[in-house]
């Protein structure tokens, strides 16, 4: 069954970390784009941070600087690593993958991608 699984959301304070995590299963993993996408309460999803197969990686603006993301083939997971956290930051946070990538193109994502189920992020001020 091809699947992605996201874990680690969780409430913090702003300035805090959390780190999630994305367990993929039932495809070449190696070999895809995976990308972090997020969406703020009553907000439209957007994409946070992509990673291609040779490790191109690409980040939103509003991430830049203190979010990183990386993977570990061996382990199928993919990561997002989320410092400096604010506000503005709490979302429900989407894991997906898809053959190829395009950059953080949300509408590739959703018409060609496998999606997880998300994690809750919520950053207190």
């Known amino acids: 069954q091809v699947q992605v699984v996201e874990s680690g959301g969780g409430s913090v304070q702003a300035g805090g970390s959390l780190r999630l995590s994305c367990t993929a299963s039932?495809?070449?993993?190696?070999?895809?784009?995976m990308g972090w996408f997020r969406q703020p309460p009553g907000k439209e999803r957007e994409g946070a941070a992509v990673?291609?197969?040779?490790?191109?990686?690409t980040y939103a603006d509003s991430v830049k600087g203190r979010f990183t993301i990386s993977k570990d083939n061996a382990k199928n997971t993919l990561y997002l690593q989320m410092n400096s956290l604010k506000p503005e930051d709490t979302g429900m946070y989407y894991c997906?993958?898809?053959?190829?990538?395009?950059?953080?193109?949300?509408?590739?994502?959703?018409?060609?991608?496998?999606w997880g189920q998300g994690t809750q992020v919520a950053v207190s001020s």
């Open positions: 039932g495809f070449s993993y190696s070999n895809y784009c």
């Open positions: 990673i291609d197969s040779v490790r191109v990686i």
């Open positions: 997906a993958a898809v053959p190829f990538c395009v950059g953080l193109n949300g509408y590739f994502f959703q018409r060609n991608g496998v």
